[in-house]
Nanobody, 119 residues
Framework: QVQLVESGGGLVQPGGSLRLSCAAS????????MGWYRQAPGKQRELVAT???????YYADSVKGRFTISRDNGNNRVYLQMTSLKPEDTAVYYC?????????????WGQGTQVTVSS
């Protein structure tokens, strides 16, 4: 059974930092592309950052230079280090995994963790 469990969200003041963690199970973690997405109230879900199996990363322009995605293949975890947080970073953050086995594509989501940036 596939599980993606996010943790680390919370309330933080503008300019502060948070580190999100996603623990994955039931997937061939080392071959996956892992990603973080977010959805603010009334808005569509948007891509924040991804990290491929080989370690290459991608960031949305809105978080470049402030957020860092990383992965620990030994512990099946992916992290999102968020710094210089802004009120517009407030959203539910979701962990995502995408991978292909043979001819089948797989795409799974976590349940999300709330991040609120407010003074």
């Amino acid at each position: 059974q596939v599980q993606l469990v996010e943790s680390g969200g919370g309330l933080v003041q503008p300019g502060g930092s948070l580190r999100l963690s996603c623990a994955a199970s039931g997937i061939p973690f080392s071959i996956t592309t892992m990603g973080w997405y977010r959805q603010a109230p009334g808005k569509q879900r948007e891509l924040v950052a991804t990290i491929a199996s080989g370690g290459s990363t991608y960031y949305a322009d809105s978080v470049k230079g402030r957020f860092t995605i990383s992965r620990d293949n030994g512990n099946n975890r992916v992290y999102l280090q968020m710094t210089s947080l802004k009120p517009e970073d407030t959203a539910v953050y979701y962990c995502n995994t995408k991978y292909k086995l043979f001819i089948q594509n797989y795409d799974y989501w976590g349940q999300g963790t709330q991040v609120t940036v407010s003074s």
